[in-house]
Structures are given as C-alpha cells and as structure tokens.
C-alpha cells in the first residue's frame, strides 16, 4: 500500500540507498545504552555506544511464493521440482507458476541449462497452454543450447507443434533487442540433435532462420565497424569458415531456397571475409562430406570462386627476387603514404627510417591493422630515433605454397563442375 492506500506492485517499489544505509549523524541518534570500561593502564580506555534500529517489511500471503524464489531461489526450486516428479500436482503448480512468475528463473534471458531443463519441466507439467506460453515466452533464441532440445520435444508433445512455433518465434523477437549476440550452438550440431529428438522441422526453421540472419548481420558490422583492420578480420577467419560450414550443411538439411539465397549473396558481396581460396577449399571440404550441392547453396559459390582461382592462376607466381606487398593503407598522412611506398617497392626489403617516437607508433599501428608480412624494430639510436621497417623473408615462399595450393584448388574445381 502507498500513503493513499492504493495498493502497489513490488517491482515498481524502489528503495533509495539512504533508506536502507544509515546516514544520519551519529549526535542525532538515539542513545539506547553506552558501555564505558575505563582506564586499562596498557591500552586506551574504550567507550561503546549502542543505538537500534529497525525496519519490518510486510508483504502480502499471496506473494510468499514469489519471495520464496527472489530470496532463496535454489531450495524453492528444489522442493518444486520435486512436485512435478508426481502426477496429480497440476492444479497446485500451476498455482505456484502464477504466483512466482519471472522469479522462477535466475536470469529469464539468458536461463542456464539446469534452469532451462526444469522451468520447461514446468511449462509441460502444467497442461495449461497459456501459462506455460506465459512462463517460457521470455528467452531468447540466442541463448539456446543442445541442452534445450529435448525438453523442447517434451513441449511439442504435450502442446503441438504451432505453440511450440509461437514460443520459439517469440524468443527470437526477444533475441532482436540484443542486436549483436550470435547464436550459443552451432547450427549444423543443433538439426542433428533435433533429428535424434524427432523435433518438428518447422521449429527446426524458426532457430536456423534466426540463427543465419544473426551471422549475416554480425558480418555486416564487422565488415562496416573494423573495415581497416585486416589483422582482427584475418585472426576471426577460421571461425569464420566453420560457420559458414555450418551454416551450408545446415542449408541443405532445410532445404529452403530463400534462406540459402540470402545467405549465398551475404558471402558473395563480402569477399573480404570470405576469400575465394578459403571458400573454395570450404566447398570441396563440403562435397566430400556429402553436403548436397544444390541445396547447401554450395553450387552457386563454386561458380563464384572458380574465376577469381583462375585469375589468380593466370596471374602466375611472383619472381623470386619481388619484394613487392600489395596492400593499401586506410590513412593518407604523409607517414603512412612514405610507409606504403615502402610495403609496395619491389626493389626494398628493409628501410631505416629516423622518425619521432609520435610518428613511429602511428605508422606501426596503421601497418600492423592492416597484417602484412612485415617486421619493425624501434632502433633507439641518434635523433629522432629510428624505425626500422623488414619485409618477412617467408614473402617468396609463402607466394609459392599459396600459388601451389590456387592451381590444385583451381585444377579440382573444374575436374568437379
Ligand atoms: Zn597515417
């Protein structure tokens, strides 16, 4: 109740810290007793005041189950899992699901394994569709794991498939708020799992079509926020490739055109991301394993990377006394432009450069952004000190194993198509 007497809900109550930290002056307080011990001879004489204070907090009959799971969440739980484990406990579950409410979960978002297992428990105990929905509905599709899967059958047997469909779809609107969290399983692992469950395809659907739309826009920010860093987008590839693997066998398992074409396009305008050899060795990977072509989308990207492979082929290999790296820098300062006439000569593989401690660390942190083979070293000697700029000497025999790996790439993608 407010002071007009109209009742409140807790969760809109707030408590200032003030209220609940004492922070009045010690002289205004009242005195209940004070202890005075007197003069000890070895240590100082000690004087203990003593006040009280109190506070009683009420709350309504009705609401105890709900304080039972906000203040001690593991015991309640305990003792209401174990009601479920009985049949004929409907009607007092389903009683105290609508008493608790949120506070049946940790953290309702992002709920554990263990909380997800049991609240599911729950939702199919009860029977009652609409306060099953209304006790689930507040995932979030990105926070599933391998572990939901069964306990998501046990849902789809006990309300069908559309509900279970809802809720999912839910979930993945819920997801949408956290715009850049990408999916907790992988995607392929997941419709496997769903198989063994016998999980209904169409929910299968709602969590794969989620989960690739949450890809292309991870990869549409990384490609917009870090375009100058090659380095971070270099080091992020391999997971890169193996969910894009993911992804196309999880393509061919739906079987839904629209899906793989948006998909296939999202990898297509992004060549940064996915470069053609390592897309190209990803396909061939793919049609060894067996993933329909067709279907995984698979096919249209072999058309996509067999030019590029055959240009770099055509291209031949670089001459063996070539120093040249191309690369082009995000920054047009004079430094960095004098720093890319460097990477760029095909004569230089060292330069010794005297430049102020301000203008070294700029040109070293453009270039590292940008991951070439380059070495620096920060030579402290006369003044300004210098900067001293070394291509790698593996820049030959790297082009070499590259241009080795393009030709049988190259040579393998033709004998396929
Ligand atoms: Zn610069």
């Known amino acids: 109740m407010n002071a007009q007497s109209q009742s409140v809900a807790y969760k809109t109550l707030h408590t200032r810290d003030d209220q609940t930290c004492m922070s009045t002056e010690l002289g205004e307080l009242d005195l209940v007793d004070s202890e005075y011990e007197g003069f000890m001879g070895n240590y100082g004489e000690t004087l203990d005041y003593w006040y009280q204070r109190g506070a009683i907090v009420v709350w309504r009959v009705q609401d105890q189950i709900m304080f039972d799971f906000d203040l001690n969440r593991n015991q309640s739980m305990q003792a209401f899992t174990a009601l479920i484990q009985q049949p004929g406990n409907e009607g007092r579950v389903a009683e105290i699901v609508q008493q608790a409410g949120a506070f049946l979960f940790s953290d309702y978002r992002h709920p554990n394994a263990a909380d997800w297992a049991s609240i599911a428990g729950i939702g199919a105990y009860i029977s009652h569709p609409e306060l099953a929905f209304s006790l689930l509905e507040r995932c979030s599709i990105r926070a599933m794991t391998l572990a939901y899967v069964a306990p998501l059958k046990r849902l789809q047997d006990v309300y069908g498939v559309d509900w279970c469909e809802r809720l999912l779809q839910k979930w993945a609107t819920n997801a949408k708020d956290a715009r850049t969290q990408l999916p907790a399983l992988e995607l392929a692992d997941f419709l496997q799992r769903a198989d063994e469950n016998a999980l209904d395809r169409r929910l299968c659907r709602v969590v794969i079509d989620d989960g690739i739309n949450a890809y292309i826009h991870d990869d549409t920010m990384t490609a917009s926020t870090s375009a100058t860093s090659a380095a971070r987008r270099n080091a992020a590839l391999p997971t890169r490739l193996k969910t894009c693997s993911h992804i196309a066998r999880a393509c061919a398992w739906l079987n839904d055109s629209a899906l793989t074409d948006a998909w296939v396009a999202h990898v297509k305008t992004h060549p940064l991301l996915y470069p053609a050899l390592e897309l190209a060795q ?17 096919a249209v990207l072999l058309q996509y990377v067999e030019p590029h492979l055959r240009d770099e082929c055509n291209r031949g290999l670089r001459e ?3 120093w040249s790296i191309s690369a082009s820098a995000a920054c047009r300062c004079q430094y960095c432009t004098t720093a890319m ?21 700029h040109v070293m942190s453009q270039l590292r952004d940008l991951d070439l083979p380059l070495h620096f070293e920060e030579r402290k000697q006369g003044s300004p000190h210098k900067l001293v700029m070394t291509k ?19 040579a393998a993608l033709r004998a396929m198509s």
Request: proline share 7%; aromatic share 8%; charged share 20%.
């Open 320 to 322: 063996p006394g070539d």
């Open 341 to 361: 006439q460097f990477v760029h000569s095909p004569t230089e593989a060292e330069r010794i450069w005297p430049l102020a401690a301000v203008h070294r660390s």
């Open 392 to 410: 790698d000497q593996q820049l030959y025999p790297q082009a070499t194993r590259r241009y080795e790996q393009v030709k049988v790439c190259y």
């Open 282 to 298: 990803l396909l061939m990977q793919l049609q060894t394993q067996g993933v329909d072509r067709n279907k995984s989308g698979s």
